[in-house]
Every structure is written in structure tokens, then in C-alpha cells.
């Protein structure tokens, strides 16, 4: 596999990618490199779309503050994508960035807001959500932006799962057990990589689930119970902690 470049600026375009296409870059975009990074004509820019891999690309001015991108060459294929989703109750509008960015950077493949009975964050705006997807990506050598899901009722989001799906439920109530020996309980023979389960995780608001939402998603087959230990952590921090777990012990973390 290609080392990722970490030196090199990139840039997320939803466009066709092969050598010699030339893609005009928005205001935002030609100002970040022009003037923010001072990068001029001839220098490098990695970009993709998700879909194409990674591409070398080189700055071509079109005037004082505008630029195309000359796509030269594939740097990386395009590595085929996990299959986790977060589920999550939506946050305040500065830790929902926060936590967008951090699901993106943990592998999650869906991102799916659901709303709770104790529910107190802001309505998700999918243009938002996107962008701090999509920036996640850019800084941390990532090739595929996630699924962007509309908020819905947490019982449609529960009942949308495939029956395969093996879901992660984290419950401030669940008695304190060690974590990584519950999930490991559900990880498939052999424990390979080549054997990933489709997986979710799924975590509540501030307040918690109400009782009722609580046994929803235990009478769920498939569902593993959680404990984060004896600490309560905010629903931003829980968001880390548990998509390290999961990716860790069951996910595309786990050794060959």
C-alpha cells in the first residue's frame, strides 16, 4: 500500500478523476491555496472523490486569485470502505462538529443522527455535517467521505438495521465489565480482518435513554450492552472511547 502524504495539501472534489482532466477550483478553494498556503503554479495537490483513489494534481493559475487543477497521476487505489455505523443523538452545534470530525477520523461509514425523547441539540444541518466531514477527511489521508443520514426517530433508525448487523449499544446503566471481552465475545472465528462484521454503535443524548428506549434497543437480536467503566462521559468523549473499542476489537483496527 501507497504511505499516505501528510506534506502535500488535499482537497476533496466530487468529480471524474483520470490523468489530464482539468477541474476549475471554487473561490474558497483557490484562495485556501493561493493565499493561505502560498502554493503557485506547478505545485502539488492531492485530491479525490471518494470513488477514484487518490490523485496527484498540479496548480494551474487562471488569474490573480483563481486556479484550475491539472489532474497527473493516481497516487493511491481506492481502498474499499469499512462498514460502521454511528448513530448518534444530535449534540450542540460546536461538539456536533466535533463529533462528525472524530467519527469520520475513527472509520465510521454512516453517519446517522437520531432523535430521543431527551434530545436537546440542535437540528442537524446536512451542509454542516458534510463540510466537517469532508475536512476530516482532507487532514487525515482519508479516501471515502461517509454516508450523511437525515435525523429520524431513534425506533426507525433501530429498525433500518440489517438483521446482520451486529450493534454496540452504550449504556451509562449496563454493569461495569470489561468491554473489550464483550465484544470480543461477538467477533466472528479467526478473528481476521477478511472476516469484519457490519457493525453500528449507538449512543444517546446527555440525559440518556428513557427506560423504553432502553429495552427497544436491547429486544434488538444482535445487540451487544456496553460499558464504558465507572466514569460517566460526556456523549462527544463516549463517541471516541467507543468507535476506538469497536474499531479495535472487531473492526478494521484488529490484526491479521
Known sequence: MAATDFSTPRLFLDIPMAAGT?????RAQANYLLTVLRRSEGDGVLVFNGRDGEWLAAIAPTGRKAADLVLRERTRPQTPPGDL?????PLKAARLDYVAQ???EMGASAIRPVVTRRTQGDRIKLDRLRANAIEAAEQCGILAIPDLHEAVPLTEAVASLEPGRVLVFCDEDAPIADPVEALRRAAPAGGTRNAALPLAVVLGPEGGFTPEERALILERPGTIRLSLGPRILRADTAAVAVLALVQAVLGDGRGA
Do not use: M
Open 102 to 104: 472524530k467519527a469520520v
Open 22 to 26: 482539468r477541474h476549475t477550483l471554487d
Open 85 to 89: 455505523h454511528y448513530l448518534f443523538a
